[in-house]
């Protein structure tokens, strides 16, 4: 069994900040790529950040030079440091990623965390 859970999520004001964590557990043999979606009520889940295991990102272009995206490796976690927090980002953020589970011989799988709660607002 693996599990991913998110933590950091709350209420902030405009032009704050929050970071949120994601750590996985259980029969882990190898985390490739790690990612960040978020949706809002009455909307998609979208992608917000995307690291690959060798640390190569990629943001959506509502958050770039606001979010940074990084992971431990050695603790199986990926965060989101997100800045200059905007009303618009409101939504319940969810981490993903793709595990190889009991043996790097297994393929891949996507696992999903149950959600955070972010809420932008004065």
């Known amino acids: 069994q693996v599990q991913l859970v998110e933590s950091g999520g709350g209420l902030v004001q405009p032009g704050g900040s929050l970071r949120l964590s994601c750590a996985a557990s259980?029969?882990?043999?190898?985390?490739?790529?790690m990612n960040w979606y978020r949706q809002a009520p009455g909307n998609q889940r979208e992608l917000v950040a995307a690291i690959t295991r060798g640390g190569n990102t990629d943001y959506a272009d509502s958050v770039k030079g606001r979010f940074t995206i990084s992971r431990d490796n050695a603790k199986n976690t990926v965060y989101l440091q997100m800045n200059s927090l905007k009303p618009e980002d409101t939504a319940v953020y969810y981490c993903?990623?793709?595990?190889?589970?009991?043996?790097?011989?297994?393929?891949?799988?996507?696992?999903w965390g149950q959600g955070t709660q972010v809420t932008v607002s004065s």
């Open positions: 993903n990623a793709d595990i190889q589970s009991g043996s790097i011989w297994f393929a891949a799988k996507p696992y």
């Open positions: 259980g029969s882990i043999a190898r985390v490739n790529a």
